[in-house]
T-cell receptor, first 115, second 117 residues
Framework: DSGVTQTPKHLITATGQRVTLRCSPR?????VYWYQQSLDQGLQFLIH???????AKGNILERFSAQQFPDLHSELNLSSLELGDSALYFC??????????????FGPGTRLTVL | GDSVTQMEGPVTLSEEAFLTINCTYT??????LFWYVQYPGEGLQLLLK?????DKGSNKGFEATYRKETTSFHLEKGSVQVSDSAVYFC????????????????FGQGTILTVHP
């Protein structure tokens, strides 16, 4: 158990809908990262928050957004869903950004199925 | 940009066989290198890491050495077990000159390992 929790574990929805994925980082970790794992794209970085502020964006669609709250949990919002958004979404956390604190701890993921 | 290339899989071995999974990278900045493992139906777990050239990461019998001259970080294990069957990902983050990470992990495509009794 990494200490990172994600809810829900599975999500099935229809095209055009909007969903919210939730992540609670390990206690004390300030950084939260979101990744998407799909068969055709592999594991891709979406976005990084550090202590409530957006720090970096990867290949994140404009239909997707995220935020990190004062208690450090994070939410990833996916809207106007398309079939191609079906994937496993992982959240990861790390203590910080320097030295040995770079290691990221992954949650179990949320499997999103868009029908 | 940064990229990681892993040997094409899947890899199928008999128990107690020697394992090598090749990983090469290109990176701007100063990369830290990682191997993550994903067991069926689970998230990613860090297997080992190396943060500077010539460092050797090791864990659970697995080893990998950060080779800057060949930009490689090959994963090895002397004797695999059925329980090692999983998907293995090589990954990197890059740091700036001050040693602060840019944060994101760049992953290879993953290598599926199946070990038969």
């Amino acid at each position: 158990d990494s200490g990172v929790t994600q809810t829900p574990k599975h999500l099935i929805t229809a095209t055009g809908q909007r969903v919210t994925l939730r992540c609670s980082p390990r206690s004390g970790d300030l950084s939260v990262y979101w990744y998407q794992q799909s068969l055709d794209q592999g594991l891709q970085f979406l976005i990084h928050y550090y202590n409530g502020e957006e720090r970096a964006k990867g290949n994140i669609l404009e239909r997707f957004s995220a935020q990190q709250f004062p208690d450090l949990h994070s939410e990833l919002n996916l809207s106007s869903l398309e079939l191609g958004d079906s994937a496993l979404y992982f959240c990861a956390s790390s203590p910080g950004l320097a030295g040995g604190r770079k290691e990221q701890f992954f949650g179990p993921g949320t499997r999103l199925t868009v029908l | 940009g940064d990229s990681v290339t892993q040997m094409e899989g899947p890899v199928t071995l008999s128990e107690e066989a020697f394992l090598t999974i090749n990983c090469t990278y290109t990176a701007t900045g100063y990369p830290s290198l990682f191997w993550y493992v994903q067991y069926p139906g689970e998230g990613l777990q860090l297997l080992l890491k190396a943060t500077k050239a010539d460092d050797k990461g090791s864990n659970k019998g697995f080893e990998a050495t950060y080779r800057k001259e060949t930009t490689s970080f090959h994963l090895e294990k002397g004797s695999v077990q059925v329980s090692d069957s999983a998907v293995y990902f090589c990954a990197l983050t890059t740091d700036n000159a001050g040693g602060t990470s840019y944060g994101k992990l760049t992953f290879g495509q993953g290598t599926i390992l199946t070990v038969h009794p």
